[in-house]
């Protein structure tokens, strides 16, 4: 199984922390020369320095917020007139949005995250599927949730947002395949990040349960009884970037222990 990505390059989206940093360090170790793209320069170095390189392959970084997507198209276009070999593989991961019901969201909290999911992967993908074209070999994946099977209670515009990501997706599938370029999606479940543990302390300031009740009653919802590792998510994504998984587009892959109660 060929899983080797020596000699291409992966532009990796919210790379400073949780499932982005463990996707940058797999596809690392794979042998792919990463550029990490986040806001936080001084943690974008940190991370950047620490990559692995085990094929002598060096890495980069790119300052951008996805709160703004068009400084984010700026960033990378002029990136890409340095580089004109530019990227092989693009993998679209940014902070989900607050939780809470849809009917109490403000209009502008589904502006913004539509902003920082749907108009920012279109952006990054415009200004990459040429290079993956010219390369023919290409891969886009998107980290998104198991939402987009089966919408998860107290994440409205979440599943609103994560939903229209995957619809996008799909649709770019079909359009890109005959081009060697692959898209799919990673659906991480119940992930022990700093999402999880910023959404189990709204719950408790919510309900007035203890984090470990509530933690419990998740668990029992998971065949597995655990909460997943951000390098389990990770894994996923490197086989999807990899030569091997040439033949798997417009799909969708949950890696949530069994929780999702969808085939």
């Known amino acids: 199984m060929n899983l080797s990505l020596e000699n291409r390059r992966a532009l990796v989206?919210?790379?400073?922390?949780?499932?982005?940093?463990?996707v940058a360090e797999a596809l690392a170790e794979n042998g792919c020369a990463i550029t990490l793209l986040a806001r936080n320069e001084d943690r974008l170095r940190e991370v950047a320095a620490e990559l692995p390189t085990p094929a002598g392959q060096t890495h980069d970084y790119l300052v951008a917020d996805f709160d703004d997507p068009s400084h984010v198209a700026e960033v990378v276009q002029a990136y890409l007139a340095q580089h004109p070999d530019g990227f092989h593989i693009l993998v679209n991961n940014t902070?989900?949005?607050?939780?809470?019901?849809?009917l109490d969201a403000p209009v502008e909290a589904l502006r913004v995250a539509f902003n920082q999911h749907v108009i920012c992967n279109h952006l990054l993908a415009q200004a990459l599927v040429p290079g993956m074209k010219a390369a023919g070999f290409g891969r886009i994946i998107n980290v998104i949730s198991t939402s987009v099977k089966i919408p998860l209670a107290g994440l409205g515009v979440s599943n609103t947002i994560r939903g229209a990501v995957a619809s996008w997706?799909?649709?770019?599938?079909?359009?890109?395949?005959?081009?060697?370029?692959?898209?799919?999606?990673?659906?991480?479940?119940?992930?022990?990040?700093?999402?999880?543990h910023s959404l189990i302390e709204k719950k408790v300031a919510q309900t007035g349960q203890s984090a470990d009740a509530i933690e419990g009653d998740?668990?029992?919802t998971i065949p597995a009884r655990r909460f997943g590792q951000a390098e389990e998510v990770a894994a996923a994504v490197a086989f999807?970037?990899?030569?091997?998984?040439?033949y798997i587009n417009g799909t969708s892959v949950p890696v949530d222990g069994g929780r999702t109660g969808s085939l």
């Open 169 to 196: 997706a799909k649709t770019l599938a079909n359009e890109l395949g005959p081009l060697g370029i692959t898209v799919n999606n990673v659906l991480p479940g119940a992930t022990l990040t700093q999402r999880h």
């Open 240 to 246: 999807l970037a990899s030569p091997a998984a040439a």
């Open 95 to 102: 902070g989900g949005p607050a939780g809470g019901p849809l």
């Open 218 to 220: 998740m668990l029992k």
């Open 13 to 22: 989206g919210g790379s400073t922390q949780g499932i982005g940093r463990a």
